[in-house]
């Protein structure tokens, strides 16, 4: 039965799945119904084909576009993709229970929109907002209370009110293949490259290029990642 699953499951993602062999059948029984009336709940609420969470909304659906794979949102996640280019999430995205991903945060002045690659997981209690544009690319992986801030209040004149001067906004990416660990919150206008690590607690708020290794606040260089190989084989 768990060789079928395996199958199964490597047919729907397009990539090698093992299972653990220790994992008992009824707890992947009870898996496999989960997900289908995940999958029926999204059908009949929304009319899109994914896997939706007990108490898990989308908002402006038809701004949603989806590549495939088994994309699942966790219990009570939230995914408002009103803006002007909307939400596209791509093959098996996963975002972790309690999360929200908002494009616009006012209807007012619509935000652009947010874009995340194939085979990405965001751990629970994430946010990213998407008022100047958000991409995150395939094989990210992300821990718990990841935060995405693509806006920023602009407060140059101390006599006036902060909210009365208008906001920027330049955009956030995150190059493909990172590794962001919990508690990390990127500042608008930052670009990670490909390859990069994030150390938990990490506050992102300048440019890094392909295989950092960064933490802190604000985040610094800590390493290449081919000077961390070059050391792991001296």
Known sequence: MIQLLEKALSKVLR????????????????????????????LLFVRRRL??????????????????????????????????????????FKLGAYSRIVVSGSISDLGKGIFIGDNVGIGEFAYIGGAGG???GSDVIVGQYFSVHPENHIFGDPNLPIREQGVSRRGIKVGQGCWIGAKVTLIDGVTIGSNCVIAAGSVVTQ????????????????????????????
């Open 51 to 92: 896997v939706l969470g007990r108490g898990a909304k989308i908002l402006a659906p038809h701004l949603l576009d989806l590549s495939g794979g088994l994309v699942r949102l966790e219990e009570y996640c939230l995914i408002d993709c009103l803006g002007t280019e909307g939400v596209r999430l791509g093959r098996n």
């Open 15 to 42: 990539r090698s799945v093992v299972l653990d062999q220790n994992v008992p059948f009824r707890y992947l029984l009870r898996r496999a119904i989960t997900t289908l009336f995940g999958l029926a709940r999204s």
């Open 207 to 234: 440019n890094f290029p392909n295989n950092s290794v960064i933490g802190g606040v604000p985040a610094k260089l800590l390493q290449s990642r081919f000077a961390r190989e070059k050391n792991n084989h001296a």
């Open 134 to 136: 958000v991409r995150i």
